[in-house]
């Protein structure tokens, strides 16, 4: 099937079924036939009917039948899609639940309730790439600092093309430091190791 403009229109349907449902359409050759599931209606009943019947033509099997672009101004009549703004918002709240890795928040709350009781505990969490290591962390943040509101988080990265020397710790250093100046002087020497004088040669931050 050659590639035209009618299948540009095809993609902005598909980008709107997603954002009034949160989910792609269907490809199935028998679903492409019946249409019926091509309808964002069908999986969310709260989807205006202007915008349903615009997805449907756009992802209309037939090129021949999607509207083209002064239709579609026609069919919106030049009003901000509203719902658009909210299924977005619907759609990111779903992406908020979390399901899975009870084991290795186990572990985690556990090496946390290890350092209430004065214990240093170290993790290290490792996997490839788009596993969901970061998810994982911030997920537990979120429940420490629920479960736990004085508890103090600092938090860093580092970036593969970056030459600060200790970049694992260099932007957690800098918040911890950021964190001193702003409590009681006698809290600070109570918390700072006998070497801490050391910290500024190896971490700026702390000369200042």
Not at 130 to 156: E, M, Y
Request: aromatic share 8%; charged share 20%; net charge neutral.
């Amino acid at each position: 099937m050659p590639v035209n403009m009618a299948s540009d229109w095809y993609s902005v349907g598909v980008m709107l079924f997603q954002a009034l449902t949160g989910k792609l359409p269907p490809r199935t050759p028998l679903q492409n036939v019946l249409g019926t599931a091509r309808e964002p209606k069908h999986l969310d009943s709260q989807v205006p009917q202007d915008l349903n019947e615009l997805c449907r033509r756009l992802l209309d099997s037939v090129p021949e039948r999607r509207p083209d672009g002064r239709a579609i101004l026609a069919a919106l009549k030049d009003e901000p899609l509203t719902y658009v703004a909210e299924a977005t918002s619907r759609q990111n709240s779903r992406a908020d639940h979390f399901v899975g890795r009870n084991e290795q928040l186990t572990e985690m709350n556990s090496a946390f309730a290890n350092t209430q009781e004065g214990r240093l505990t170290v993790l290290l969490i490792e996997g490839p790439s788009g596993i969901g290591k970061s998810t994982l962390v911030r997920r537990f943040l979120g429940s420490v600092s629920k479960n736990c509101p004085t508890a103090v988080v600092f938090s860093g990265r580092c970036y593969e093309f970056e030459t600060v020397p200790y970049k694992g710790l260099d932007a957690v250093l800098d918040e911890l430091c950021h964190y001193l100046q702003k409590i009681p002087d006698a809290q600070v020497q109570a918390l700072l190791p006998r070497d801490a004088f050391l910290l500024p040669k190896l971490f700026p931050s702390w000369a200042v």
